[in-house]
């Protein structure tokens, strides 16, 4: 029998260290090798356009899945269900909106960010606000990340908190500053091969640990529950449905694919419209598959941890999986997955700072200094890369809280996701949206999304003795339905605040 307490206080054997230390070492060396003399943003930023789709669809599914995912979703399901699967349909189906709807309008010009197309449509003042809105959303919920990544860390190594995120910070500016968006993709495409393999190295161990295999852990699983997928209960109320699930997800898929920087980014890195579309199609059958791993981890370690192990499992759900990496499995196997997470993380860390730095640079700088020559584009990108990851470090510091951290993660992009995506819709489905107009349908989708948020962080909006009552309502629903109130304000807006210089007639 395994004993849970004799092992809470493991750490990684030194051999394992010594793998993590290798691995991240080849990892940083294998990102500078895509350095370049050619310091134009186009380079920088995306990687002259020359990345296959194969290797795009990698980097999608990378970013996507993260660290917040490797640890917590398969939380999820040790607590509860395969209820989050349900999401995942929305995913597939809002990737295909995204290549009919934007995809198109993105490889019409030469575009470096998704926000050029909203200051085309409608103005420079809306570009700022969008693009602002953008540097919000992704430092919040980038900050999540890098603190779910210290979990890992801490429980490999034993560090605290802040020393494993200003490490995970300090690695990460190395070939990021230097090697651009090539080296993030390529960067995450090897790492995001190596932790699918270790994923089915846990599935297998897992297998083994608990008497009777996966035959028995799907028997009790089944009995317990712990399988359902579907809930067709329309609750707004609840987090995990099938059409919280199936809409929700969609719209969230539409603006996290359709309107933030860091996947933008990425789709506009592909040579052509079409590479571009095979690569965010095929990144959905993948993420799939990954969701259906993690979720079977977490079901496995219910079973592990409620029958074999003795003693109390870890205290949060999301260190779980972790715990069990460290403790569980094989010497050697431990530190590649520990190595893989990190990796991860790493790299999802260094696409946030990089889109950070590109719409910086575009949707401002460059901006107030049209002319500025490509010297001073450079090193100002630099500046900005790094300025961003000191930003990220404060904000991950910020973020250590309760809760499942890839729940706090989608609820913080939520918030503000719904008024992106409510104002690209606007500017793609109506003629007659104006700029001023589409200011206050965002301005009023944001203000509802905060107010939703604050239920879960009343500190937020509680000025003195008012506190805001808002209905319980989902994380799951709030793109949805931020995005639509900014359209329908906006529409209506622009009946009523014409500029004719953005109008669209004919």
């Known amino acids: 029998m395994v004993t849970t307490a004799s092992v809470t206080a493991a750490r990684l054997s030194t051999p394992d260290l010594v793998l993590v230390a290798v691995y991240l070492a080849a990892i940083t060396l294998f990102g500078l090798r895509f350095r370049k003399q050619d310091r134009s943003l186009k380079s920088y930023f995306l990687a002259d356009q020359r ?49 009919l709807l934007f995809l198109p309008r993105y490889f019409r010009g030469e575009l470096l960010t998704a926000y050029q197309v909203i200051g085309e449509r409608f103005g420079a003042r809306l570009h700022k606000v969008t693009a602002f809105l953008f540097l919000f959303l992704r430092a919040a919920a980038e900050g999540v990340r890098v603190f779910a990544v210290s979990i890992v ?24 500053l230097e090697g651009g968006m090539a080296a993030v993709i390529w960067t995450d495409a090897v790492q995001m091969i190596l932790y699918v393999v270790g994923t089915l190295v846990g599935v297998a161990v897992l297998g083994k640990l608990v008497p009777g295999g996966w035959g028995h852990i799907h028997t009790a699983a089944a009995a317990a529950g712990k399988l359902t997928i579907f809930h067709f209960a329309l609750n707004l109320t609840s987090t995990y449905t099938f059409w919280a699930g199936l809409i929700g997800g969609c719209f969230l898929t539409m603006a996290s694919h359709g309107t ?27 993420i799939l598959v990954q969701f259906v791993l993690f979720l079977a981890i977490g ?3 219910y079973l592990f941890y409620s029958g074999v192990a003795h003693g109390s499992a870890p205290a949060s759900a999301d260190r779980v999986f972790p715990s069990f990496i460290v403790q569980q499995m094989p010497r050697g196997v431990a530190g590649l997955m520990v190595a893989a997470i990190l990796a991860a993380a790493m790299s999802n860390l260094s696409a946030a700072v990089n889109s ?39 904000l991950a510091m910020m973020s250590r809280g309760g809760g499942h951290v890839v729940e706090v993660g989608l609820s913080i992009a ?41 239920q879960t962080h009343p500190i937020v909006l509680s000025l003195g003795a008012w506190h805001p009552v808002v209905p319980k309502i ?33």
Request: net charge positive; aromatic share 10%; charged share 10%.
């Open 51 to 99: 990345i296959p789709w194969w290797a795009i669809a990698l980097s999608i599914v990378a970013a996507e899945t993260s660290t917040l995912t490797i640890i917590s979703v398969p939380g999820l399901a040790y607590t509860g269900d395969w209820g989050f699967l349900q999401i995942v349909l929305g995913y597939l189906v809002g990737r295909v909106v995204v290549c």
């Open 153 to 176: 860390v801490g429980i490999a190594i034993g560090t605290r908190d802040v020393v494993s995120i200003a490490i995970i910070c300090a690695l990460t500016l190395i070939y990021t």
């Open 260 to 286: 933030d920087q860091l996947m933008v980014q990425r789709l506009l890195a592909a040579k052509n419209l079409r590479q571009s579309r095979i690569a965010l199609l095929s990144s959905g059958l993948v």
């Open 299 to 301: 079901t496995g370690l």
């Open 356 to 394: 950070l730095s590109s719409s910086s640079i575009v949707d401002f700088y460059l901006q107030w200094k049209p002319d500025a020559d490509e010297a001073n584009r450079a090193k100002l990108s630099r500046i900005m890369t790094f300025f961003w990851a000191l930003v990220l470090f404060v």
């Open 414 to 454: 939520s918030v503000a996701y719904g008024a992106l995506l409510g104002v690209f819709l606007l500017g793609t489905l109506s003629r007659s949206a104006t700029q001023n107009g589409a200011l206050v349908g965002m301005i009023g989708g944001f203000a509802a999304n905060l107010l939703l948020w604050q």
């Open 474 to 506: 989902a994380w799951t629903w709030f793109v949805l339905i931020g995005s639509l109130l900014t359209f329908v304000l906006g529409w209506a807006a622009s009946k009523l605040l014409p500029d004719t210089k953005h109008r669209i007639t004919s």
